[in-house]
């Protein structure tokens, strides 16, 4: 997020534009929580603050982060549209996931302002964009983890179950499986009983330490979506190998936040640049309830000046992300069928 203040920023800059960031998200345009971004240089032109531009590469993000209850409310996005009234503020851009585009969606439809949103999520579950902010940085985290703990696993003779991020969206787990070379990825796209989770990865372990494979180590990555815990699933596992005869030793990581921090990666920064272009670029055309989306070789949504980056309407963005998480997009059915087709091949 820091990565795509900066590029707001700076790109405004050179249109002569000054910027302020809003505190809190949210919350903080309902309060009028507003700080300079910028700052009047020698010659009188808009520059971006040094703070801006040395933690411009850092994780988190300088201005906070909330999720808004209040914002629901109609009474609320009333103030807000005030506050930018009151501040002068010409357009906004709005940096988030599902939750931000839908507020963003709520404010563009009750003020004339323009409102843009570039979207940023490591679980990659916002429809119309191929990768949001985030994505590229969180799996450079859980590969180096992954490898980590794959060199305690072959040094023991270990299984791991590694539990990434994710919520509803399996895209994590199954693009660090293929990334780690695991031996095999749960993910929720692939909805299973306990039970046949718990076969699956029985199967798994023996299968990979048997003396068809002989392996000296078991790498599989499960999702945060999946419903059975992680803990659950060594326990179990362990108890049922043990009853076969064989002494497996299966351990459990969650990773968890980890996965959220870390300085941001060339290309998420490299994204950052170049949605923060194209959302500059909107507002000052005056156009509004739009998302800058990376998506190549398509026809839907509006080109800009960025080949790589398109225009489209939250109101489609926000269909689209109902139907990655329910499973019916293309986009989900693709993604479960690449990884049913390589199965195979992890496990090798």
Not at 263 to 270: E, G, P, T, V
Request: glycine share 10%.
């Amino acid at each position: 997020m820091n990565a795509a203040i900066r590029a707001v920023t700076k790109v405004a800059a050179s249109h002569g534009v000054p910027t302020w960031g809003v505190e809190q998200g949210f919350d903080g345009l309902i309060d009028g929580e507003f700080r300079p971004l910028t700052r009047r240089n020698a010659t009188g032109d808009p520059a971006p603050l040094n703070e801006v531009e040395s933690e411009g590469g850092q994780g988190g993000t300088i201005l906070g982060s909330s999720r808004s209850r209040r914002f629901y409310e109609r009474s609320s996005r009333v103030a807000a549209a005030q506050q930018l009234e009151d501040h002068s503020i010409t357009g906004v851009i709005v940096i988030g996931g599902n939750g931000s585009m839908a507020g963003v969606h709520a404010l563009a439809e009750e003020t004339d302002v323009p409102v843009v949103g570039i979207p940023a999520s490591i679980d990659n579950d916002i429809g119309l964009t191929r990768e949001a902010l985030g994505v590229d940085s969180a799996l450079n985290t859980i590969v180096e983890a992954c490898d980590n703990i794959t060199d305690t696993a072959r040094s023991h003779h270990r299984a791991f179950i590694v539990e990434v991020m994710g919520r509803q969206s399996g895209y994590l787990a199954m693009a660090a499986a293929v990334a780690t070379a695991a031996d095999a990825v749960l993910m929720p796209e692939r909805p299973h009983t306990r039970e046949q989770v718990i076969d699956s990865v029985v199967d798994c372990i023996n299968t990979s330490f048997g003396e068809a494979r002989d392996k000296t180590r078991v790498l599989i990555i499960k999702a945060e979506g999946v419903h059975v815990p992680t803990h659950e699933i060594v326990e179990e596992a362990t108890r049922r190998i043990g009853e076969e005869g064989a002494d497996y030793e299966i351990r459990g990581t969650v990773l968890g936040h980890v996965v959220r921090g870390g300085d941001a990666s060339f290309r998420d920064r490299l994204l950052a640049g170049r949605f923060g272009r194209v959302a500059v670029e909107a507002v000052l055309d005056g156009k509004g309830d739009v998302m800058t989306g990376w998506n190549i070789g398509v026809e839907i949504g509006e080109p800009t000046t960025d080949d790589w980056i398109r225009l489209f309407r939250i109101e489609d963005v926000l269909e689209e992300t109902e139907s990655l998480l329910d499973g019916t997009s293309p986009v989900s059915r693709d993604r479960v069928a690449r990884m049913e087709a390589i199965q195979g091949v992890l496990a090798l």
